[in-house]
């Protein structure tokens, strides 16, 4: 394991990233929990945003129920939304499953390789990019969502860190 440690950590550049994959390549669930189970992912439910000048990330999700998470996200810089997606975790053919739809279209479906009360990683090596979708619980009100994947022989990836925000409505 320490080689592998330090081949990841070469490869990936940060501790943290270098953790990911390498959680990413075993397997773990949550003590006590079935890892095909959406209640696992009960902790990323909420409004979760990223402010960055006039530039704002939100993603929302709802607790899981029936069987799924649904989420969405948002991007607005200024006055303008530049991107949404749909996005649901359900259970397909026995493992949890990531469906994003960007700007509402076709759907793509990424397995989950990594289940635990802090950690969730997807992966779908057959998509253009990305190729993996990661979230990790950075404390009570923080989270990193991270979309890496190869690009041209090269591993590219994008950490979006977030702030649990408040879920506004009527």
Excluded at 27 to 45: F, I, Y
């Amino acid at each position: 394991m320490r080689i592998l440690s330090k081949s990841l950590l070469r490869r990936f550049g940060h501790p943290a990233s270098a953790l990911v994959v390498a959680l990413a390549l075993s397997p773990v669930t949550a003590a006590g929990q079935e890892s095909s189970d959406p209640r696992t992912l009960r902790w990323l439910a909420g409004c979760w945003e990223q402010r960055r000048g006039t530039r704002v990330v939100q993603e929302q999700w709802m607790a899981p129920s029936g069987g799924m998470l649904l989420g969405m996200s948002r991007t607005v810089s200024g006055d303008v939304a530049r991107a949404f997606e749909l996005l649901r975790i359900v259970r397909q053919d026995g493992v949890l499953t990531y469906i994003a739809q960007p700007g509402g279209g076709v759907a793509t479906s990424f397995a989950a390789s990594t289940v635990s009360d802090s950690v969730v990683v997807f992966a779908n090596p057959a998509h253009d990019f990305p190729q993996r979708i990661m979230y990790r619980k950075a404390g009570s009100d923080s989270l990193i969502a991270r979309i890496e994947g190869d690009q041209g022989g090269q591993v590219r990836g994008m950490d979006i860190p977030m702030r649990r925000g408040r879920c506004e409505g009527s």
